[in-house]
């Protein structure tokens, strides 16, 4: 009889472990996603003494932006959101170039970005986040001192590729082979340093958006719950009758 007893109170106490971890790694598994990332203006050049923002968010806690700078990891000082964080460069100079990406506390990481920021004359205004197969791309280049047509020369991987009268090129219908480094140069003007073109799916969004993806999650929580409870009580309604064929012997 007391084996018995011993051997339910250890089913019973396995199913309540069992609930537990289903709720645990759900809350894992929602707070893994991908931060979010945003630069403004949406661009990886900057002309010197430009005013640069970034923006984090995440679920997983306290944002943080995060870099590497002159092969120098830091944490930026900006004032920590509880999910949301923006932080601005009033001035950017040739030293805030490099990685930058951002984290939470509670373990999500966006994809980095280097960003430059030059002392010439000349950028390219190219996306800032991976593009995906088949959009449209546009890229522009831009002068310091004047903002009329202007003849430009566009490079991919150090080859010329095209010239445009209108100091922008259009890409369409991207492919991985347009993947490369990609730069402009106006004649008698100076050229820009060279970004990278990245044309794939982002990781943030191989996953479901994030509505989509709690909602689901609340739904599957909710599904398992209802499992976990009807799984209790046929247990208990088990004991039970096995305790009353027990009396009745």
């Known amino acids: 009889m007391f084996s018995q007893q011993q051997h339910n109170m250890e089913v019973t106490a396995l199913c309540f472990r069992l609930m537990i971890l289903v709720f ?9 996603r ?35 700078r002159n092969a120098v990891e830091f944490i930026s000082s900006c004032h920590e ?12 100079y040739q030293g805030d170039g490099g ?17 430059s920021v030059t002392v010439g004359p000349v950028i390219l205004e190219s996306p800032v986040l991976p593009v995906r197969d088949g959009q449209d791309v546009t890229l ?12 430009v020369d566009f490079y991919k991987d150090g080859l010329l590729i095209r010239s445009s009268s209108t100091g922008n090129i259009s890409i369409l219908s991207v492919s991985r082979s347009d993947e490369g480094l990609y730069k402009c140069r106006i004649p008698d003007g100076g050229e820009s340093a060279e970004s990278w073109l990245t044309v794939g799916a982002l990781h943030r969004e191989t996953c479901p958006s994030s509505d989509h993806f709690i909602h689901v999650v609340l739904v599957l929580r909710t599904v398992l719950t209802i499992v976990m409870v009807a799984l209790l009580l046929l247990l208990v309604g088990l004991l039970h009758w096995g305790k009353l064929g027990v009396a009745q012997k």
């Not at 430009?50 to 923006?55: A, L, R, T």
Request: net charge positive; proline share 1%.
């Open 99 to 115: 990685e930058y990406w951002c984290e939470t506390k509670g373990g999500e990481r966006s994809n980095s970005v280097n960003i």
């Open 24 to 32: 645990l790694l759900l809350g894992a598994h929602v707070q893994n």
């Open 34 to 68: 991908d931060a979010a990332f945003r630069i403004v203006p949406n661009r990886l050049q900057f002309f010197e003494y430009e005013s640069v923002s970034f923006h984090c968010e995440g679920s997983g806690g306290s944002a943080q932006l995060r870099g590497i």
């Open 140 to 151: 522009s280049c831009r002068n310091k001192t004047t903002s009329s047509n202007i003849t």
């Open 81 to 92: 959101g509880t999910l949301v964080l923006s932080c601005t460069i009033q001035r950017a």
